[in-house]
């Protein structure tokens, strides 16, 4: 089952209605989600409301971002493979819920009412809109995982003279990467059906039209947590979705034998910083998504950024004095934000932490 949870500062009136009626809905089932982590892959998926179009789903491996609206959903990710099928049903409840007040159609509820015409649309419910594009932040399957199931859905837009759409629904959906993403899928032997179909290997992507009412850039992070990074800025809705460069839930999963480096990281993290304009004292303002965890802005972004330079520093000093691997990780140079964003098992612990900086550091030796 999907649940729908509401945040404040949503926005405009319609999205504030709307958010309020998918949560009495959602809550009719059963209670709101607590401390949901975004990158548990487990039965329940959530959605929380961001801004205008921009929605946020946990549940499925890492958080994925939607923007949907009248000409469709543009995914941000997609998941783990085993959540593809649970992430459509989500998304098509999700649908359900934004047709009922027409916003896929750009309708507003009616005010008022009387015995012949109801405040909201009765029996004018639309199909859902189909996937139009998927953006892979990185090749990590978290993030690609679901790629075949979730294009299959989808519906590609036509390009050049042609109008409407390529063909049918067997068409698919568009997957934009940088092209790093795609070659290190090949190398992996990944789903033919799964690769981008489209990629890019300059600074930055930007979608050719407008979508859902607003601009999309693709910026590409190069040599962070791998060679193919990227974030998504939506311009209308100021909201970035900071893939895997910000986590609230752990160290970042740096992939040295990818590309990967610590600095890299950090200058995503500025990058994101530069981009990004607080309301008051570094709180609200430009939204950003992270690749696991909760809804954050400049403030989280900053604070993660600092710890980030810090470790980075403090085992750049340890290796400046010789230590080989196994010292530094026994001096524990992330010690005071283990208790935040440390393990000690799962598929990325502090000690992995610790040795993608070591690695990536001594290799500019």
């Known amino acids: 089952m999907t649940r729908i949870a509401n945040i404040a500062g949503i926005g405009r009136s319609v999205l504030q209605a709307l958010a309020t009626a998918v949560v009495l809905v959602a809550a009719a089932n059963s209670a709101l989600a607590q401390g949901s982590r975004g990158g548990e892959l487990g039965a329940e998926l959530n959605w929380w409301p961001v801004r205008e179009n921009i929605w946020m789903l946990v549940g499925a491996g890492a958080n994925i971002t939607a923007s949907v609206g009248p000409d469709g959903v543009f995914l941000v990710n997609a998941g783990e493979e085993q959540a593809s099928e649970r992430v459509l049903g989500a998304l098509d409840e999700l649908q359900a819920q934004l047709n009922a007040f027409g916003a896929l159609e750009g309708r507003t509820p009616e005010r008022g009412g009387a015995e012949t015409r109801s405040r909201l649309p009765v029996n004018t419910r639309g199909p859902a809109k189909p996937i139009r594009y998927i953006v892979n932040t990185s090749p990590l399957g978290h993030n690609t995982g679901g790629n075949e199931a979730l294009a299959a859905s989808g519906v590609t837009y036509s390009g050049g003279n042609v109008a409407g759409t390529i063909g049918d629904s067997s068409e698919g959906a568009a997957i934009i990467a940088h ?159 283990e208790g935040r964003f440390g393990s000690d098992t799962g598929p990325w612990t502090t000690e992995m932490f610790i040795e993608a900086v070591y690695r990536s550091l001594g290799d500019d030796r």
């Open 179 to 337: 092209e790093n993403v795609l070659l290190s899928m090949v190398g992996e032997q990944a789903a033919f059906e799964a690769l981008p179909t489209d990629t890019f290997f300059v600074d930055e992507y930007k979608l050719s039209t407008f979508f859902n009412d607003e601009g999309i850039r693709i910026v590409h992070i190069p040599a962070a947590t791998t060679d193919g990074d990227s974030i998504v800025y939506f311009r209308g809705s100021d909201v970035i979705a900071a893939g895997d460069l910000f986590d609230m839930e752990s160290f970042p999963v740096i992939d040295v034998d990818r590309g990967g480096h610590i600095d890299g990281v950090l200058d995503g993290l500025n990058h994101i910083l530069n981009l990004a304009i607080a309301e008051f004292r570094t709180e609200g303002g430009t939204m950003v998504i992270p690749g696991r965890g909760r809804l954050s802005d400049s403030a989280d972004v900053g604070y993660y950024r600092d710890m980030l330079t810090i470790i980075r520093d403090q085992v750049q000093h340890l290796i400046d004095r010789g230590m080989s691997l196994e010292q530094v990780v026994a001096e524990r140079p992330t010690y005071g934000y």
